[in-house]
């Protein structure tokens, strides 16, 4: 039987971490948490800025992943999981706006992307949603490796531009640039494919 510190130390293959939830190994959530602990923190973080609600939201992730497989079997258990972070951390963030105004910079990554994708309330809106969604996607496998990183590092995670320049190792006008220039081509793209925001 392997010991704590040993369990700590092993990093297993995602496919082997879903097959001990499957299997409702708790052992499981420990892998989930010495693989991907971090990464989940840092998702919450730059929603919530509070310590205390990230550690509670990240244990909320934990035990929604457990009552999700089964009977969900993820085909990528990273992006899975992040969804199950963005919806706690995004819940645990509408109930503390709704007490309170509070600093996020998720707030200030959407403001940004929203001059890009400006959205309507007419009926239309629901129905092109999925469309979009698709349509972003497909932008996105046209980027280089560092635009994805960017895009998702700012839009999908909420990173200030800061981390990001740390993280490529380079500067933040450079981020910035970079920024307006994914958006610019993200709104030629979907005008060319006859989307228009």
Known sequence: MATVNETKNTIIADEQIVELYWARDEKAIQFTDDKYGRFLYRIAYNILHDRLDCEECQNDTYR???????????????????????????????????????????TVCMDDLQCTLQSNDSPEAE????????????????????????????FYMG???????????????????????????????????????
């Open 64 to 106: 929604g992943i457990w009552n999700s497989i089964p009977p969900n079997r993820p085909e990528v258990f990273l992006i899975f999981i992040s969804k199950i972070m963005r919806n706690i951390a995004g819940m645990k963030y509408r109930e503390r706006t709704r007490k309170r105004k509070v600093p996020s910079e998720m």
């Open 127 to 154: 129905y092109l949603a999925k469309e979009l969604g698709r349509h972003i996607n497909d932008y996105l496998c046209s980027l280089t490796d560092r635009q994805q990183y960017i895009f998702i590092g700012r």
């Open 159 to 197: 990173d200030r531009l800061e981390i990001i320049a740390g993280e490529l190792n380079v500067n933040v006008s450079t981020v910035h640039r970079e920024i307006e220039k994914i958006k610019q081509g993200l709104k030629a793209y979907l005008e060319r494919n006859g989307v228009y925001v």
